[in-house]
């Protein structure tokens, strides 16, 4: 039987020590940046990813953003916002979001984590494997919108075309 302090300390625990954990396994780059927050790099086959992890202990909730390395122009964020709406709505879990002042193309999820001792570590792969496919799959639809220039509704239709047998 746990002792009262053995139990305390396993409620305090910092599940981005679990997370950084994991990321070290897989031997991507990381940065702690305190208690709170955790960012490292991933490669994507479309592009490079920078995902962010932060521990919100107020609501016990951890928080994922994967998020794009490309800059939206101005010009281009009204067509985006539709876009992303359009590609919300076909999300199970998560969303996108054009995020800041700089506009970062981002996707984020939550976990609430009440009444547990930190997330498995399937979750953890779930968080970081939800989050780099959905923005692989999404990709060529904001490419297209951004540099391809088609509208939000030409840009899904276009990128999520099923393939069938191989080249």
């Not at 919300?88 to 979001?97: K, Q, S, Y």
Request: negative net charge; aromatic residues 10%.
């Amino acid at each position: 039987m746990a002792s009262l302090l053995d139990i305390s300390q396993i409620s305090e625990a910092n599940p981005l020590d679990q997370i950084e954990l994991f990321i070290t396994e897989n031997e991507w780059p990381c940065d702690r940046q305190g208690d709170d927050e955790l960012i490292f790099a991933i490669s994507g086959n479309w592009c490079d990813y920078q995902m962010w992890f932060s521990w919100r202990p107020e609501i016990s909730a951890l928080t994922s953003a994967c998020a794009f390395e490309m800059k939206v122009p101005v010009a281009k964020q009204a067509a985006l916002h539709t876009l992303i709406v359009k590609l919300n709505e076909r999300m199970p879990l998560g969303h996108f979001d054009l995020w800041g002042s700089e506009k970062v193309l981002l996707f984020r999820q939550g976990l609430p984590l009440r009444g547990c001792n930190g997330p498995s570590r399937e979750q953890i792969e779930d968080l970081v494997e939800i989050s780099l496919s959905e923005c692989e799959r999404y990709f060529p639809a904001i490419q297209f919108v951004l540099w391809g220039g088609k509208s939000p509704d030409e840009a899904i239709e276009a990128a999520m075309l099923d393939t069938v047998g191989e080249a």
